[in-house]
Nanobody
Framework: QLQASGGGLVQAGDSLRLSCAASGRAFSNYAVGWFRQAPGKEREFVTAISRSAGNTGYADSVKGRFKISRDNAKNTVYLQMNSLKPEDTAVYYC???????????????????WGKGTLVTVSS
């Protein structure tokens, strides 16, 4: 089970850190991704991290502003979001995919588990 938290209302240029906490064992066997869905738009990939954090991936729209990390001892993945823009406004979801080697998973269809989203609103 995954639980995303940390969303809120911020102004453009501000920062937020989202957390994705996982319950259960063997969290380190899962790659984790963040996706977002803005009103009226399809869910899109934001960033992903491999099971041991050896590999990461980012959407072009967030490169240089967002950073994903994980602490397997705490069963938690973090998304540090800096220099937020109004177009970052969306519901953010974390998802996990069981992988047999240290790779990222960026496609929603490749995820095995999804958490409930957390709303991020960036005002201009």
């Amino acid at each position: 089970q995954l639980q995303a938290s940390g969303g809120g209302l911020v102004q453009a240029g501000d920062s937020l850190r989202l957390s994705c906490a996982a319950s259960g064992r063997a969290f380190s066997n899962y790659a984790v991704g963040w996706f977002r869905q803005a009103p009226g738009k399809e869910r899109e990939f934001v960033t992903a991290i491999s099971r041991s954090a050896g590999n990461t991936g980012y959407a072009d729209s967030v490169k240089g502003r967002f950073k994903i990390s994980r602490d397997n001892a705490k069963n938690t993945v973090y998304l540090q979001m800096n220099s937020l823009k109004p177009e970052d406004t969306a519901v953010y979801y974390c998802a996990a995919a069981k992988t047999t080697w240290d790779r990222v998973v960026t496609a929603p269809a490749g995820m095995n588990y999804w958490g409930k989203g957390t709303l991020v609103t960036v005002s201009s």
